[in-house]
């Protein structure tokens, strides 16, 4: 939508308004933090009544950010007329939801010749083309099948789980689904549902089914290989609630025995690794039910044997949605009926269990929960445990469709297709390590001494060039998320000894780029670049710090003698690492270090290229790697801080020739100035602000004014610009910077 508008301001003259509408105050909220922190809205917009939407749409603002539901009038007449500007656009997001009632009639009426134009994932289409009655012919179309191929989503797949208790109604789905899927059914429209399909509500709700479906939820989802998070869907809000109580049973059930197991003392190692590991994380994990409150809730709960007490207290009390939201938090299953199912994204949710008749815009809703991209997530899961299979095809047919000639491309397939998928990876890795001469087969076949020696040397093989080695990760990779995304499937055993030997040839060359192990302190060398790209992307921890290769204390002889044991290009690529993480630190934390940078570039390139040979590569990583000792004991030589020494470097490197008093006043300004923007300018959230970050540049060019006479008029601006881009990308909103945990 910022697109949108800043196309519109830059290609059609006038002085128009955009009105960005949506239905959810969540909704609202993030449009209009989106549109603020992009800079594209520096005054409040947004709509805290109906009143105060009048009033911004009478004062012609640029933008207005409102709920649909502020449209609305004390007694049901119609709204009056706010303006009859031809260049008011509105922009609805979710366009399928509440854009068909009196409160978008209301709306049209308060803006009788507005232009609109509506954002959805869902088009309400199937047989009633609303979406394009109200908003016209489609301008794009981005559906499921374009996004999942360029990686905006992950592909889903579906695994069936139906209990053996069948229902014999044909259409027990559709009627069903015309009554469950439309909204949260309160506690009259449950009993309707019930009365209605009497004996098939009664099959899907039985206590003797819901205790299978929870059993079978810890199974599968302890046993997948992604640990995602996971939404249970369940039909109403009684049975998610009654779900939620078989699933923590049957948990309980399964620690114990696991735990009674770890006591027996009679597993082997690996086999005792691995339970301690479930065990950690069963006794970890936290779930919750999400349900709408509705009144007399207590004491209809109470009538069907639920104490909904606890459930509610922990909704108000917590914060459920932003600890489900963190992919780092234990909770990681969440228990609901239609809350959450749209509109909500956990890009760490991997798994839907659903249990629950849908269709149509309400099931391809709820699936996309599943489909959204996270770090080691090679796809989502949809577990149905009731036969929505068939509308599942025909929601896809409807919102997949690719518009040529009527084809529709299916993104969700089933769980098959992830078993042929991995068998074709398998064999797309043989045949490339057969061409290095590496036999993986042959390698499952030997016995444990044999198979250590000879993994050593299948990585070092494989480890000829970056490209060579990347293009056996990018493949073992593939591997790796396909074989943990069909678990806990048996047929992954048809697989486990050749990935074995994948997954450690990957962990060896892993060691090799980030792990090295020459002496005590190259074990130090962790996690070199596993930082976070928030808006704190750069900040290094007292931990982290530690693990950072003080290049100074490495014994080189020790180096080199393992660089001549044998295995060069592991020794090498060892080496390499450790020059990477300490140059991408040094470069972070002053950006005139880029030749250092490039230097290093410029010697992996030619190792690459094969103008240097894995000797002479060796020899002049040894030679940069002292060059970065020196580069570290600048600062302290020259009486600097880090940071200091940053802002010097700035105005010297490239400046004019400068005498040594001269040298002195650059660094006295250079200290003064960081001293004034600590102290003063850098307060909380400055670069969010335009007056904030016009006062750190004023200060920055007030201050660069007292440099010496040798910088001219255009030597000045230049550094002006230099010194405020370094303090911008270099000193957070929250107060920190990248120098904090650097010392």
């Not at 078993?419 to 890795?429: D, F, K, P, Q």
Request: proline fraction near 3%; include cysteine; charge should be negative.
């Amino acid at each position: 939508m910022i697109f949108l508008t800043q196309k519109v301001l830059r290609t059609m003259p006038g002085n128009g308004t955009f009105v960005i509408v949506t239905d959810r105050d969540d909704l609202d909220e993030q449009a209009y933090k989106e549109f603020s922190a992009a800079g594209v809205v520096e005054e409040h917009t947004r709509a805290t009544s109906s009143r105060h939407l009048r009033t911004l749409l009478r004062e012609d603002r640029r933008y207005v950010f409102t709920l649909i539901q502020k449209f609305r009038t004390e007694h049901g007449e119609r709204h009056p007329e706010l303006s009859d500007r031809h260049d008011v656009i509105v922009i609805t997001d979710e366009a399928h939801r509440t854009q068909y009632d009196v409160l978008a009639l209301n709306m049209r009426n308060a803006l009788p010749n507005a232009g609109f134009i509506g954002f959805t994932g869902t088009p309400l289409i199937a047989g009633e083309e609303k979406t394009k009655e109200v908003f016209g012919d489609y301008v794009s179309i981005y559906n499921y099948a374009s996004s999942t191929a360029d990686g905006a989503t992950v592909p889903l797949y579906f695994e069936n789980r139906i209990p053996t208790l069948e229902l014999t109604n044909p259409r027990f789905d559709e009627d069903l689904a015309d009554i469950a899927e439309g909204a949260d059914l309160d506690p009259d429209q449950e009993r309707k549902l019930a009365r209605l399909l009497g004996q098939q509500y009664e099959v899907i709700t039985r206590e003797d089914r819901l205790d299978r479906v929870g059993k079978d939820i810890v199974t599968h989802f302890l046993g997948r290989g992604f640990q995602g998070k996971a939404m249970v869907v369940s039909i109403d809000k009684a049975t998610a609630i009654r779900t939620y109580l078989k699933v923590q049973a049957a948990w309980q059930t399964r620690l114990k025995r696991s735990e009674e197991r770890l006591a027996s003392k009679r597993l082997a190692a690996d086999d005792r690794d691995l339970l301690e590991q479930e065990v950690a994380f069963m006794r970890s994990t936290d779930m919750a039910v999400v349900i709408s409150q509705s009144q007399n809730e207590v004491a209809d709960m109470a009538d069907r044997g639920i104490d909904v007490r606890p459930i509610r207290t922990r909704m108000v009390e917590e914060d459920l949605e932003g600890r489900f939201k963190d992919a780092q938090d234990p909770l990681r299953i969440a228990f609901v009926c239609s809350m959450w199912t749209t509109g909500f994204d956990v890009p760490s949710c991997s798994t839907i269990y659903l249990d629950k008749p849908m269709r149509n815009q309400a099931l391809m809703q709820t699936i996309t929960r599943a489909n959204r991209v996270s770090p080691g997530k090679n796809n989502g899961l949809i577990v149905g445990y009731v036969d929505v299979l068939s509308n599942l095809h025909k929601a896809l047919g409807i919102y997949a469709s690719t518009g040529a000639l009527g084809q529709t491309v299916l993104p969700v397939e089933e769980k098959e297709g992830l078993i042929e998928a991995l068998r074709e990876a398998v064999e797309e890795i043989r045949r490339f390590c057969q061409a290095r001469d590496v036999d993986l087969d042959h390698i499952t076949t030997l016995r444990q001494f044999e198979w250590v020696e000879a993994l050593k040397d299948v990585s070092d093989q494989l480890m000829l060039s970056d490209e060579e080695t990347y293009s056996f990760l990018e493949r073992a990779t593939r591997v790796e998320r396909l074989f943990k995304a069909i678990l806990p499937d048996d047929r992954a055993n048809e697989f486990a000894p050749v990935r074995k030997v994948i997954r450690v040839v990957m962990d060896r060359i892993g060691e090799a780029a980030g792990r090295p192990e020459v002496s005590s302190v190259m074990a130090q060398i962790e996690q070199l670049l596993d930082e976070s790209v928030a808006a704190n992307a750069y900040l290094i921890g007292s931990e982290e710090r530690k693990s950072l290769m003080d290049l100074s204390e490495v014994d080189w002889d020790a180096v080199k003698a393992m660089f001549k044991s044998g295995r060069q290009r592991t020794a090498a690529q060892k080496l390499r690492s450790m020059l990477t993480a300490r140059i991408t630190n040094l470069t972070r934390l002053n950006p005139t270090r880029v030749d250092l940078y490039d230097r290093f570039q410029r010697l992996l390139d030619q190792y690459n290229a094969g103008s240097l040979n894995v000797q002479q590569y060796f020899d002049e990583l040894v030679k940069l790697s002292h060059s970065l000792t020196e580069e570290e004991a600048r600062a302290v030589s020259a009486g600097f801080t880090e940071e200091q020494l940053a802002v010097f470097d700035l105005l010297t490197r490239p400046g004019p020739d400068l005498t040594a008093d001269e040298e002195q006043q650059v660094k006295r300004v250079a200290e003064e100035l960081l001293a004034l923007l600590k102290r003063e300018k850098l307060v909380l959230d400055w670069r969010k602000e335009q007056r904030t970050r016009a006062a750190v540049r004023v200060t920055v060019e007030e201050t660069l004014d007292r440099l010496p006479e040798k910088y001219t008029r255009p030597i000045y601006a230049q550094k002006c610009d230099a010194v405020y881009q370094h303090v911008f990308e270099s000193y957070f909103d929250d107060g920190h910077s990248v120098y904090d945990r650097a010392a």
